[in-house]
């Protein structure tokens, strides 16, 4: 499992821009499917996941 963690950080090092994207369109998508009844839970979600990411703006 280690492996694959340090893989998949590298990989969101490497393609920044790629990953807050996917984040971001998760984050719509999933608000879409629930109707909009659950965009503020997705919002907080996709702002937590760009802070684990390094696209919020704060350091991992």
Do not use: K, L, W
Not at 31 to 41: I, L, S, V
């Amino acid at each position: 499992m280690n492996d694959f963690m340090d893989r998949a950080t590298r990989f969101a090092d490497q393609h920044d821009d790629q990953v807050g994207r996917a984040i971001g369109e998760a984050g719509e998508q999933a608000d879409r499917r629930a109707g909009g009844r659950y965009g503020e839970q997705a919002g907080t979600g996709v702002d937590a996941a760009r802070q684990r990411t390094g696209q919020g703006g704060s350091p991992r």
